[in-house]
């Protein structure tokens, strides 16, 4: 069997735990990979060097969901509606996000899910709709765990035409994709998938492909087995630097 690569994933951070939806770790150890936690420290200092010692120990990260970013950090004043993540988290992840960018770390694949892609999109310079209800007449149908169809906006290997319906649960979407590429709309126009097309690996979703009805759908387990291939691919490219987990 082929060794599995190690698959760093954000997790939720509250006053006395890290957790993270164990369905994140299913969708990767069925796609073929080691899933670990990525839990930051309380110390806001600590974070850029904690980040980077995570991206040499892994060989791709998925920035999972959560609660709503603090945007003044990104030009914006945070809305009243939104429900904010845990400062540690956002310092930490803001800050993997930023030495993942070092050319020297743009091979290792990067998938983005919900949250994970928002804060992709503000790291490069996109801007957030922080609250769907205001203008948005369908923004019920991004709650829930609603399933709505999703359609490529362009050519793109990963995101499918005809896919099975994909699952939501958001209430802030981006109104651009800054430096990145939106890839895929929603039928009511919200964006839903994002990328970068000058990385081997690095897409944003804003759907929850980890808990589709549909796991082998190309739009579910299909991104998560799209993620393992590239990461194969960037550990054998570091063999030798460090071990890889074997499965039993």
């Given at each position: 069997m082929q060794p599995r690569p190690i698959v760093g994933v954000t997790?939720?951070?509250?006053?006395?735990?890290?957790?993270?939806?164990?369905?994140?770790?299913?969708?990767?150890?069925?796609?073929?990979?080691?899933?670990?936690?990525?839990?930051?420290?309380?110390?806001?200092e600590l974070a850029d060097a904690l980040a980077r010692r995570h991206a040499d120990a892994v060989d791709a990260v998925v920035f999972t969901g959560g609660a709503d970013p603090r945007t003044e950090p990104f030009?914006?004043?945070?809305?009243?509606a939104a429900k904010t993540m845990h400062p540690a988290r956002q310092a930490y992840e803001t800050?993997?996000?930023r030495v993942l960018d070092e050319p020297a770390r743009q091979a290792?694949?990067?998938?983005?899910?919900?949250?994970?892609?928002?804060?992709?999109?503000?790291?490069?310079?996109a801007r957030l709709d922080q609250h769907l209800p205001d203008h948005l007449a369908s923004a019920r149908d991004h709650a829930g765990d609603h399933l709505h169809a999703v359609t490529p906006t362009i050519d793109h290997p990963l995101i499918v035409r005809g896919g099975a319906p994909v699952p939501s649960w958001h209430h802030q979407?981006?109104?651009?994709?800054?430096?990145?590429?939106?890839?895929?709309?929603s039928d009511d126009g919200v964006i839903e998938a994002i990328d970068d097309p000058s990385?081997?690996?690095?897409?944003?979703?804003?759907?929850?492909?980890?808990?589709?009805?549909?796991?082998?759908?190309?739009?579910?387990?299909?991104l998560f087995r799209a993620l393992i291939d590239r990461a194969r691919e960037a550990a054998a490219s570091r063999s030798g630097t460090r071990p890889t987990i074997v499965p039993a």
């Open positions: 997790c939720d951070v509250d006053d006395r735990s890290f957790t993270s939806r164990r369905a994140y770790a299913e969708a990767i150890l069925r796609a073929g990979g080691a899933p670990i936690l990525l839990c930051p420290p309380d110390d806001p030009g914006q004043p945070t809305h009243p800050a993997l996000l290792t694949p990067v998938l983005g899910v919900c949250l994970g892609m928002q804060l992709m999109g503000l790291h490069h310079g979407a981006l109104r651009d994709p800054g430096r990145l590429r939106a890839v895929a709309r990385r081997p690996f690095y897409l944003g979703v804003q759907w929850h492909p980890e808990r589709a009805p549909h796991a082998e759908d190309p739009l579910a387990d299909g």
